[in-house]
């Protein structure tokens, strides 16, 4: 069974910045999705194995870069000059396709909640 163990979520004001982190039990694709109240779960970035090729949402590009730490198989999400509309609860998935959509991943993490302030 694939364990994904989110940390990082939390409280920020609009601009500052927050960084999530997810390690994984195994060596996969990584990505993260959002899911705000009330709206689909989203796609937001994702890196491949190497960790050399990321792709991002528009909503995000510039602001957040995902990157990964392939020998712990950890992948990180730095997430700057946040606002109030990337309040969420962000998850992280592992899968063996590098894709945006939900059925791209095969494994997900429980979650966790960064709420932006303005």
């Known amino acids: 069974q694939v364990q994904l163990v989110e940390s990082g979520g939390g409280l920020a004001q609009a601009g500052s910045s927050l960084r999530l982190s997810c390690a994984a039990s195994?060596?996969?694709?990584m990505a993260w999705f959002r899911q705000a109240p009330g709206k689909e779960r989203e796609f937001v970035a994702a890196?491949?194995?190497?960790?050399?090729?990321?792709y991002y949402a528009d909503s995000v590009k510039g602001r957040f870069t995902i990157s990964r730490n392939s020998s712990k198989n950890t992948v990180y999400q730095q997430m700057n000059s946040l606002k109030p509309e990337d309040t969420a609860v962000y998850y992280c998935?592992?899968?063996?396709?590098?894709?945006?959509?939900?059925?791209?991943?095969?494994?997900w993490g429980q979650g966790t909640q960064v709420t932006v302030s303005s």
């Open positions: 998935a592992a899968g063996a396709r590098y894709g945006v959509t939900l059925a791209d991943y095969d494994y």
């Open positions: 195994g060596r996969y694709v």
């Open positions: 890196a491949r194995l190497s960790g050399g090729s990321t």
